[in-house]
C-alpha cells in the first residue's frame, strides 16, 4: 500500500528553522516527482517546493526561495524540507505529494497521492 507519512512539524519563533520529513512507503520516491504544499484554513492550498525524479531538479515558489530547501534521500525512501528564516506566514499544514507522471508541479491536482501534513507555527 502506497503512503506517505510527514513529521517535523511544530511551533518555532520567527527565523527559526525546521526540518520536514516525508517518508514513502509501498514505493520508491526516487520514481516520481514530489512536492510540498501548505494550506492555511480559508485559503488556497499552495505549492512551496518540488523536486524532479530524473535529474533532481529543484524547484521553489517565490515566497520561500532562498528559505527553504528540498531535497531527496534514496536510501532512505525520504523527501526532507528544510526550512530557515521561518516567518509568521510561513505557518500552515504542511503536505508532501507525489506526482506519478514524474513532472514536477505547483499544480495540486497533478499530484496523486499526499501524506496526511504537518502543522508549522511560526509565532513568538
Known amino acids: 500500500q502506497l503512503q506517505l507519512v510527514e513529521s517535523g512539524g511544530g511551533l518555532v519563533q520567527p527565523g527559526g528553522s525546521l526540518r520536514l520529513s516525508c517518508a514513502a512507503s509501498g514505493f520508491s520516491l526516487v520514481d516520481y516527482a514530489i512536492g510540498w504544499f501548505r494550506q492555511v484554513p480559508g485559503k488556497e492550498r499552495e505549492g512551496v517546493s518540488c523536486i524532479n525524479n530524473s535529474d533532481g531538479s529543484t524547484y521553489y515558489a517565490n515566497s520561500v526561495k532562498g528559505r527553504f530547501t528540498i531535497s531527496r534521500d534514496n536510501a532512505k525512501n525520504t523527501v526532507y524540507l528544510q526550512m530557515n528564516s521561518l516567518r509568521p506566514e510561513d505557518t500552515a499544514v504542511y503536505y508532501c505529494a507525489v506526482s506519478i507522471s514524474g513532472t514536477p ?19 513568538s
Do not use: E, H, L, N
Not at 105 to 121: E, R
Open 105 to 123: 508541479s505547483f499544480y495540486g491536482p497533478a499530484y496523486d497521492y499526499w501524506g496526511q501534513g504537518t502543522q508549522v507555527t511560526i509565532s
